[in-house]
């Protein structure tokens, strides 16, 4: 004789709906023990292939030197790296909707460690943009926001906005990591034997980092989160014919042009200023790290008073941050870099929480990883351009002024897109 009630009428298993009255012995512990054990994962795979690709603005001094590339050539493999992660961001979302993070970990591992070792024996600009380019770019894209925010979002539903800022911090964590760390490496040993420590780092963590995500697949999913996945599934093709999805590209596309016409070439800035490059490293790094707690502020502040308002502060001192950046002079002017470096590294990627949990909020479903992937083809565009755009800027006036002014006002179009995505009602 089975013990089991009989079931209710409507609520049948294939609905997939939570019950009115869950079982109390059932633990609830278990489910979100392994849910912060998932975002702990998520979080330093994210930092590492971050940080990797971060570095570049420290060996883009190196190349310079060495092999006598202006700014805009040496900002070529950069821009592509940036378009090549908008263009693959469909591809990587498709994948981790049907294969699921611990294998994009792998792939995306294996590439960095291949992309990383070669890169100690190049000697032509092509070689450089193949291997940073493209095949570094594909593996960090396996390392990061597409791939884990999916499987986030359905297990943080109401601290949607406090987990993804979580994992959106990882980035700035490894960019402060990278700078100070790579140019000390370059110092004592040079730039192609760095390359070489990096890969062999890569190489012991990536096997690690893939195990965390085993039983990702298998955590049960909180019974807010199959309400929310019930409510509405989204697919991809409804997602590409709304507004709101347009909007979101927008916004993506001019906060990476905003974002990159200054980050890639802030050490070369400093140097140019007559800052030691040393110095400036370290303190661009000490202005990175404070974009930790920036992301973290500000995503879970998104959860309470709203993404749009959130997005909106982060704006505001992003743009006071290159304000900073355009006063410098000379290398006496010690304070303003410091402003600069901490204004604009407190919101470096704060606005990422906040934008992607707001396409989560709008299109949920198991397309999720699909539709964030064809979105993010806008912040690959615009970084790249943003990259790219700057070297080319500098080539031209001998200056970046006019690139931290246009990245001004990328960031104040991407503040009036996000604001025309509130709710009106």
Not at 362 to 389: D, E, H, K, M, Y
Request: aromatic letters at 10%; one cysteine or more.
């Amino acid at each position: 004789m089975s013990l089991k009630s009989p079931p209710q009428p409507g609520a049948t298993k294939e609905a997939g709906l939570p019950q009115p009255h869950p079982d109390p012995t059932r633990p609830a512990n278990p489910p979100r023990r392994h849910a912060w054990i998932i975002l702990a994962g998520a979080f330093t795979t994210f930092a590492v292939g971050s940080g990797f690709m971060h570095a570049y603005t420290v060996f883009l001094v190196e190349f310079v030197r060495d092999f006598a590339w202006s700014r805009a050539e040496v900002s070529i493999a950069y821009a592509v790296a940036q378009a090549v992660g908008g263009i693959s961001s469909p591809l990587v979302g498709v994948l981790v909707d049907r294969l699921g993070p611990r294998r994009l970990v792998l792939l995306g591992g294996g590439l960095l460690i291949a992309g990383l070792a070669a890169s100690a024996a190049i000697h032509a600009l092509w070689q450089l943009v193949l291997l940073y380019g493209i095949v570094m770019t594909l593996g960090a894209n396996c390392l990061g926001m597409v791939v884990f925010v999916p499987v986030l979002s359905r297990l943080f539903v109401r601290q949607r906005g406090m987990a993804v800022s979580i994992l959106q911090s990882a980035n700035g964590f490894g960019r402060a990591f990278s700078a100070p760390t790579s140019q000390l490496l370059i110092s004592g040993i040079g730039w192609r034997p760095a390359y070489l420590v990096q890969a062999a780092f890569m190489a012991a963590v990536v096997l690690p980092l893939a195990a965390l995500f085993r039983r990702a697949d298998a955590v049960p999913v909180m019974p807010h989160s199959r309400l929310a996945v019930a409510a509405r599934s989204w697919t991809l093709l409804e997602a590409i014919r709304s507004r709101q999805f347009w909007l979101l590209f927008v916004v993506y596309l001019c906060t990476g042009i905003g974002s990159f016409l200054v980050s890639l070439h802030q050490l070369a800035f400093a140097v140019d200023m007559g800052f030691d490059k040393l110095y400036a490293a370290t303190v661009l790094g000490m202005g990175s790290f404070l974009s930790i707690p920036g992301i973290i502020v500000t995503g879970t502040l998104s959860d309470y008073v709203g993404r749009e308002i959130s997005a909106m502060l982060t704006y505001g001192v992003s743009i006071a941050g290159a304000a900073c950046a355009l006063l410098i002079t000379g290398p006496d002017q010690h304070l303003l870099l410091w402003l600069h470096a901490c204004l604009f590294g407190i919101t470096w990627g704060a606005r990422g929480p906040a934008i992607t949990a707001k396409t989560a909020d709008l299109f949920p479903g198991r397309q999720l990883g699909a539709i964030l992937g064809v979105i993010t083809i806008g912040s690959g565009l615009g970084s790249g351009l943003g990259a790219w755009g700057a070297g080319f800027i500098f080539d031209v006036s001998g200056s970046y002024r006019l690139a931290f002014i246009l990245s001004m006002v990328a960031y104040a179009l991407g503040c009036v897109a996000f604001w025309a995505l509130r709710d009106r009602k």
